[in-house]
């Protein structure tokens, strides 16, 4: 079993690895790698390596790029988790406002950069803010994820592995089509606890923290 530790440096991972590639991007990636090298053998570790190894064999360019290819120009490979259960409409601007106050009632108060269902803010909260709920918010959301999973594998996206990298810290196997992910959003995620006691991981360095 995932322990807590463990989740809470693959969702910091995540978290970074799914933001767009600049300049703070690569200051992070090294630190990303040396705490994923430290997590144990698994389908967590194996996912991130292999995105770790693709970033380290392809130019920054082209990572940005492909970045905005997948990402900007795709819609069914969208970040913002209420998208996929509300679309546009009045309920994800309700849902939006829920998960502000949710974030709040622990203390976090989101920036006005990103939407507070932004999957590495998502991620973020999960590892550095309350890890037991942010690993229920994911599972609440897990019919998107994978259907994101999906999309980023129908795209030959290396980004894939990095959802499946989190897709692997909830319970019940991962959807193997779009069919069963559909369903999955229909009849809701196996509700067995993630059974993880709250850990809070050490934050990795900011970009400015890393320059000095």
Not at 2 to 26: K, R, W
Not at 64 to 71: D, G, I, K, P, Q
Not at 86 to 92: A, F, I, K, M, Q
Not at 176 to 204: F, H, I, K, M
């Amino acid at each position: 079993m995932t322990t807590g530790q463990e989740a809470a440096v693959v969702c910091q991972a995540a978290s970074v690895l799914l933001q767009y590639p600049d300049e703070a991007f690569h200051e992070r990636v090294p630190l990303v790698a040396a705490a994923v090298a430290e997590l144990p053998p698994g389908p967590a570790r194996s996912a991130l390596r292999a995105h770790l190894d693709h970033l380290a064999d392809t130019a920054s360019r082209e990572l940005a790029e492909n970045y905005v290819a997948t990402f900007d120009r795709r819609r069914r490979c969208c970040l913002h988790l209420t998208w996929w259960r509300d679309g546009e409409t009045r309920r994800r601007g309700q849902a939006l406002a829920d998960l502000k106050a949710r974030y709040r009632s622990r203390g976090l108060e989101t920036g006005s950069d990103e939407l507070p269902d932004y999957l590495p803010a998502v991620l973020e909260y999960a590892a550095m803010g309350d890890l037991t709920d942010g690993l229920a918010l994911l599972q609440e959301h897990r019919a998107g994820i994978e259907l994101l999973r999906l999309a980023l594998e129908e795209a030959g996206s290396p980004h894939a592995e990095v959802v499946r990298a989190v897709c692997s810290l909830l319970p019940g196997p991962s959807p193997r089509d779009r069919a069963a992910a559909r369903a999955l959003a229909r009849t809701g995620p196996p509700q067995e606890t993630v059974g993880l006691a709250p850990y809070t991981v050490p934050s990795l360095p900011s970009p400015e923290e890393a320059r000095r």
